[in-house]
Nanobody, 126 residues
């Protein structure tokens, strides 16, 4: 079992930046997919970014490509989401998730394959 704890959310003005962190502990595989999803009120959960810890391959939703960057610190079992040029439409609860390598095969942003989830951190852009 993998436990995930997010941090770094908050309120920011449009055009600002935030960095989210996700610390993993427990039965962490040597290679796995790490991902960020978000869900705004009244909307479906949306895949934002994924990273394969073994290949470092990343994939982003079109809505955040060029503004968000997912990265990892393997020594700390932590991954990050650097969010720049934030827009009001980025306002949502952000969740990190971990899954087996197949979860992000081909750069998939689907949430179904992910079995470990954090509690979420709120990002509000005004």
């Amino acid at each position: 079992d993998v436990q995930l704890v997010e941090s770094g959310g908050g309120s920011v003005q449009a055009g600002g930046s935030l960095r989210l962190s996700c610390a993993a502990s427990g039965d962490i595989l040597s290679r796995y997919c790490m991902a960020w999803f978000r869900q705004a009120p009244g909307k479906e959960r949306e895949g934002v970014a994924v990273l394969n810890s073994g290949s470092d391959r990343t994939s982003y939703a079109d809505s955040v490509s060029g503004r968000f960057t997912i990265s990892q610190d393997s020594a700390l079992n932590t991954w990050y989401l650097q969010m720049n040029s934030l827009k009001p439409e980025d306002t949502a609860m952000y969740y990190c998730a971990a899954g087996r390598p197949g979860a992000c095969a081909g750069g998939s942003l689907e949430s179904g394959p992910y079995k470990s989830w954090g509690q979420g951190t709120q990002v509000t852009v005004s």
